[in-house]
């Protein structure tokens, strides 16, 4: 972002958690002329692995920070036929298909939040922000499908052959490795949370086509960086001129009322 001069660095912050230090430093600035904070989820270089993340130092840090919302990106790979490599996904459901992953900050242990964290997950995404994501597909006039349910995996292995004929038999839309936990992390703070998933690829499943590969995924990526900047840039702008108070309030009140101490 800061390449195509769309976010103007004021500071980083190298900041630690009860959780420990986040993926990265903070960069805190404006996007697009609205004040954000951009977070590196797999740090420099991308060399963290998804299982190692430590999503809840991400998810508190920002929180911390004083932001109410968190868009994310994450790369993707189709289930689904007319969900074509080089398409979006404003994913709405989850399948949690991980192993090894801390899902909540109410974990027991010193220096973690007090109680047990209940939070519903019937609704994980933030509707409006999803809206904002869809509109900002067309007005950029990027082929996007407004809804669609992800399957996160453990990785960093792909998925195998069965494993794709699974997932697509459950009427999964998509398949990634980070969704999970940091959505329900989020919820947890009273974040509004909504992510656009980049396809890259068609996974293993079809037998005409070309299984994933870390190649053709860093191919496609790269192809559709310019695209995910403008759908980025356009939701914040639309994001920062709606009115937030109902919504930020009822995610708190959930987040709140879903622990039992």
Request: aromatic content about 6%; hydrophobic content about 40%; overall charge negative.
């Amino acid at each position: 972002m800061q390449e195509l001069d769309l976010f103007a660095l004021k500071e980083e912050k190298r900041v630690t958690t009860p959780y420990g230090p986040p993926s990265s430093a903070l960069s805190c600035g404006t996007f697009c002329g609205v004040e954000c904070v951009l977070i590196n989820r797999h740090g420099d270089g991308h060399r963290v692995m998804p299982t190692s993340i430590n999503y809840r130092a991400n998810v508190y840090a920002l929180k911390e920070e004083g932001c109410s919302h968190v868009i994310a990106t994450t790369a993707c790979g189709s289930l689904k036929e007319e969900i074509v490599p080089g398409h979006f996904v404003i994913i709405d459901q989850f399948i949690d298909r991980t192993t090894k992953r801390q899902s909540t900050f109410y974990d027991g242990q010193p220096g973690s939040l007090n109680g047990i964290c209940h939070i519903p997950m019937k609704q994980p995404f933030c509707e409006k922000l999803r809206n904002i994501l869809v509109a900002s597909c067309i007005q950029e006039n990027i082929t996007c499908h407004a809804s669609g349910t992800t399957v996160t995996l453990e990785g960093p292995r792909f998925s195998s052959y069965a494993e794709s004929h699974l997932f697509r038999s459950w009427g999964a839309s998509v398949v990634n490795m980070t969704t999970v936990p940091e959505v329900i992390l989020a919820n947890e703070m009273g974040l509004l949370y909504a992510a656009v998933a980049m396809v890259t690829d068609y996974d293993c499943w079809r037998d005409d086509h070309e299984s994933v590969s870390v190649e053709n995924v860093l191919k496609v990526m790269n192809e559709n960086r310019e695209k995910a900047i403008k759908i980025l840039c356009a939701c914040v702008k639309m994001a920062a001129e709606q009115e937030w108070d109902v919504e930020v309030n009822d995610a708190k009140q959930v987040a709140q009322s879903s622990v039992m101490l």
